[in-house]
């Protein structure tokens, strides 16, 4: 039996395919459309999931889709958030036309793929989240916890999973969303909604928590573990332009002014923004005082997510947790649930914002609708397209691009650990690509990590971060343990997925300079032998070359675009930037 999940209309577009239970292929649209967070239609992830299994639309038994459609309403929501100019007015007729686009979603699954009414399925937004994650854990029962900016109306869940079944318990509905609220935090912070949470997250650790208690102005956590916003200082739910209004402008001062470099008296004037300027010393106060408000929402953020953690294990009693949705991804939070709930075990899976909704739709139809038992358990992310020696050689051929070939592996591996001991930047690029938003080892950029130099030279070369996005680490699973302060390591399945920030070692610190954060902290990619024997040898090589089994790694994007799907991505990305070295699978292409 196939079934296609597909998530699509509102953030990342995505589709995913199961065969008999079993996940077979998954992708989001942007790594082939090339725009970022697309959120169109996801015609080519399913065309690539399709052509994957081998079959065409006319074979699949059901197509799911993500949520029950609010298209326009969502649509009009994200155009608020992203100042967009709208009214209330117009909110309320979106409310109102969204009956029609109901029905449109479900007839432009049935023109898009030709098929029939009957197979065309809808999961609620929520529900698919919840499924994404419980339906492929590893475990037979666990809470699950759901967090995002809106679904539907609903913003965040509390429920349990046993065996195929998922009850959610309780909801919190929109307005009060604990991904709205740190997206306006987003916004103000000069940052793009949806895209800057990240740098929000590292920017915090610049800052101290100074604004706490204006912070807990916006939101109260009640003993239930939920939360409501105070809507007097936001605007998100009927504006026209803004996220936040006055009074939240009156708390915290001017927003941080977009194009305002980030660098403050603890990170120093990076050195590849070339010359310090004249108001240097003015310009770190004004980071500091926005690193400080980084920093309090951060932890407002993890204090709420900490409260509805430690209050479904009391109401639940289990030992395990699963947790989607785009706050999911809030690495810094997770790792603090894993230390300071009565939780033993986390399942995140990769793509936990709304890409995975085509994951978890897919799943909810066949375990939970259908009553199949569970089949899969999500051990690793790659999942997307490959590309055959033949297909990489023929590119390299037809466009003249000069390479060499090293057949054996070991070889292979070894000649990436001298280049990365000299010092080299190197674009790895090895089998299917990655489901959401990391590079775990297929499509990434590899630098030598104990290198005190090497952030600035990553960033010179290629990326041009802004000391906010720190650098990760990829490290042998069994040997996680010796670097980073994550008990058992390899049974923590989020840490496979860069899922947990936790302190490095405080022994280790200098001997990984380049991935640890200015609090102390990194994270950690764990990685095994059987899901990623190439990328594994890689490690285990640099670590008997050199004592770490760690390497730097970084997606493999030029900054603003999503990572590379192809060899001619690849390339292209390579010859934009600095990059001393391309490896795609075995072919080699160095830059003099
Ligand atoms: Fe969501």
């Known amino acids: 039996m196939d079934i296609l999940g597909i998530s699509c209309y509102y953030h990342d577009a995505a589709a995913a395919l199961l065969r008999d239970g079993q996940l077979v292929a998954a992708a989001e649209e942007?790594?082939?459309?090339?725009?970022?967070?697309?959120?169109g239609f996801p015609r080519n992830a399913i065309q690539f999931c399709l052509d994957f299994a081998g079959i065409r639309s006319a074979d699949l038994d059901y197509v799911v889709f993500f949520?029950?459609?609010?298209?326009?309403?969502?649509?009009?929501?994200?155009?608020?958030?992203?100042?967009?100019?709208?009214?209330?007015?117009?909110?309320r007729e979106s409310m109102i036309s969204w009956m029609v686009?109901?029905?449109?979603?479900?007839?432009?699954?049935?023109?898009?793929?030709?098929?029939s009414k009957q197979k065309v399925l809808f999961?609620?937004?929520?529900?698919?989240?919840?499924?994404?994650?419980?339906?492929?854990?590893?475990?037979?029962?666990?809470?699950?916890?759901?967090?995002?900016?809106?679904?539907?109306?609903?913003?965040?869940?509390?429920?349990?999973?046993?065996?195929?079944?998922?009850?959610?318990?309780?909801?919190?509905?929109f307005p009060h969303s604990l991904g709205l609220l740190y997206s306006a935090f987003t916004a103000f912070l000069g940052f793009e909604v949806n895209e800057g949470e990240y740098k929000v997250m590292g920017m915090a650790p610049y800052g101290q928590p100074r604004y706490l208690e204006k912070v807990w102005k916006l939101v109260q956590q009640n003993s239930d573990g939920s939360f409501a916003l105070n809507m007097d200082y936001f605007c998100f739910h009927h504006s026209t332009d803004r996220t936040y209004n006055r009074r939240f402008a009156d708390l915290f001062?001017?927003?941080?002014?977009?194009?305002?470099p980030f660098y403050t008296k603890v990170s120093g004037f990076p050195k590849y923004f070339g010359e310090p300027p004249a108001n240097y010393e003015e310009i770190c106060d004004l980071n500091q005082h926005y690193a400080d408000i980084a920093a309090s929402i951060q932890r407002v953020t993890e204090e709420l997510l900490l409260g509805m953690a430690r209050r479904l294990h009391e109401e639940t009693g289990l030992k395990r947790l699963c947790i989607a949705g785009g706050v999911g991804l809030n690495s810094v939070a997770n790792g603090?649930?894993?230390?300071e709930t009565p939780f033993e075990e986390l399942f995140i899976q990769p793509s936990a914002g709304d890409g995975g909704g085509a994951l978890g739709a897919a799943l909810w139809a066949y375990n939970t609708l259908l009553g199949k038992p569970r089949q899969f358990v999500m051990q690793h992310a790659y999942w997307g397209r490959a590309y055959a020696a033949g297909e990489i050689s023929s590119f390299l051929r037809q466009n003249n691009i000069a390479h060499a070939v090293i057949e054996n592996d070991d070889q292979l591996s070894d000649f990436v650990v001298r280049r990365l001991m000299e010092g080299s930047v190197v674009g790895w690029f090895q089998d299917r690509f990655e489901w959401g938003p990391r590079a775990l080892g297929n499509r990434s950029i590899l630098a030598d990590a104990r290198n005190p130099e090497m952030k600035d030279i990553v960033n010179a070369k290629i990326k041009f971060r802004e000391p906010y996005r720190p650098f990760a680490p990829s490290v042998l699973a069994e040997c996680a343990e010796t670097y980073f302060d994550l008990p058992q390591a390899p049974r923590h399945h989020p840490a496979r997925y860069m899922l947990y920030v936790v302190p490095v070692r405080e022994e280790q610190k200098s001997t990984l300079p380049a991935i640890t954060h200015v609090d102390g902290t990194g994270r950690l990619q764990t990685v095994f032998r059987e899901q990623s024997p190439r990328y594994y040898s890689l490690i285990?090589?640099?670590?008997?070359?050199?004592?770490v089994p760690v390497v730097l790694n970084t997606s493999f994007n030029l900054k603003g675009e999503p990572i590379v799907n192809t060899p001619m991505n690849a390339f292209s990305t390579f010859s934009k930037s600095e990059m001393d070295a391309l490896v795609l699978e075995n072919f080699i292409i160095s830059k003099s």
């Open 30 to 39: 942007e790594r082939f459309s090339r725009i970022k967070h697309d959120y």
């Open 67 to 91: 949520e029950k459609p609010f298209r326009k309403f969502d649509r009009i929501l994200m155009s608020v958030l992203q100042t967009y100019p709208q009214s209330w007015k117009v909110f």
């Open 101 to 115: 686009d109901k029905l449109w979603v479900g007839s432009t699954l049935e023109d898009e793929l030709g098929i």
């Open 123 to 173: 999961c609620e937004h929520h529900l698919s989240h919840a499924a994404s994650a419980f339906l492929c854990s590893p475990f037979e029962e666990a809470a699950i916890l759901t967090v995002d900016g809106v679904g539907e109306w609903v913003t965040a869940t509390c429920g349990r999973g046993h065996g195929n079944e998922i009850r959610l318990l309780k909801q919190i509905d």
């Open 253 to 260: 001062g001017d927003p941080r002014p977009p194009k305002l």
């Open 336 to 339: 603090r649930i894993l230390r």
């Open 540 to 547: 285990e090589r640099f670590g008997q070359a050199t004592g």
